[in-house]
């Protein structure tokens, strides 16, 4: 008996976009609570990040592998991201402009570098984003063929934001408070790493996308 057809809703409702949806879930109640409830915005924050991986390993092992999975799976990553550099930004203040700046900074390289990388590999028709095999930078090739790397990155990376919103909101606690900054102080390593793989990720996609119109303006004089 041949099988049902895949139609647009039965692939969004793959079990890995479902935990993409739960994951958009939890980022969103997570903000709207953080100011009332910290412990509970650790938690929920922290569960969508780590269910990050879990969906891709649903993908696999289903064979449930999707373009909008994929799409679901960026968005939900950068839009995270962005909302706890906002999160972090309000209870962080009052403080020096340059806490805004640099969190500004932070969102920018974050959302900025991955649209470039996603339009980049659409542009030279890659079957994925993380085909980095041409990237004109060492690291950026690091991050994205060595899958171990990428993760210190990006867990150093979300933590090192979990870890001060945390110190933010019990810094006043007796030793709680000094332990939080130094479990920040550990992710900030990876994480400032990761900023300048985003920086390489940004030149390296508007790069390749200035090669296509470079192209295309070429053939157009024949």
């Known amino acids: 008996m041949p099988s049902q057809a895949y139609t647009p809703a039965r692939v969004s ?25 910290p412990m509970l915005f650790l938690f929920l924050y922290t569960s969508s ?26 968005l939900t990553d950068r839009a995270s991201t962005a909302g706890m550099l906002v999160i972090l930004d309000g209870v962080l203040q009052p ?9 500004s900074t ?13 339009y980049a590999s659409v542009f030279v028709q890659k079957d994925s984003h993380k085909d980095v095999s041409d990237g004109i930078f ?7 063929s ?28 007796e ?4 332990l939080l900054w130094y479990a920040f102080v550990a992710c900030a390593g990876p994480c400032l790493l990761k900023q300048v793989v985003n920086v390489q ?12 119109d470079a192209k295309e303006r070429n053939e157009k004089k024949k």
């Open 106 to 118: 932070l969102l920018f390289l974050d959302v900025g570098s991955h649209f470039c990388r996603m």
């Open 95 to 103: 403080a020096p402009h340059l806490v805004t700046f640099v969190l």
């Open 49 to 74: 990040f780590v269910l990050d991986a879990a969906d891709g390993m649903a993908a696999r092992a289903l064979d449930q592998c999707s373009h909008f999975g994929s799409i679901l799976d960026m």
């Open 146 to 173: 060595k899958r171990k790397f990428m993760g210190v990155l990006c867990i150093g990376q979300e933590f090192s934001y979990i870890f001060l919103f945390a110190w933010s909101a019990y810094r006043d606690v």
């Open 201 to 212: 990720q940004l030149i390296d996609g508007l790069y390749h996308i200035a090669v296509v």
């Open 13 to 37: 409702l793959f079990v890995p976009n479902l935990i993409g949806y739960a994951r958009i879930a939890f980022s969103l109640i997570a903000y709207l609570i953080a100011p009332y409830y």
């Open 175 to 178: 030793t709680v408070g000094t």
């Open 138 to 144: 060492w690291l950026l090739r690091e991050y994205y």
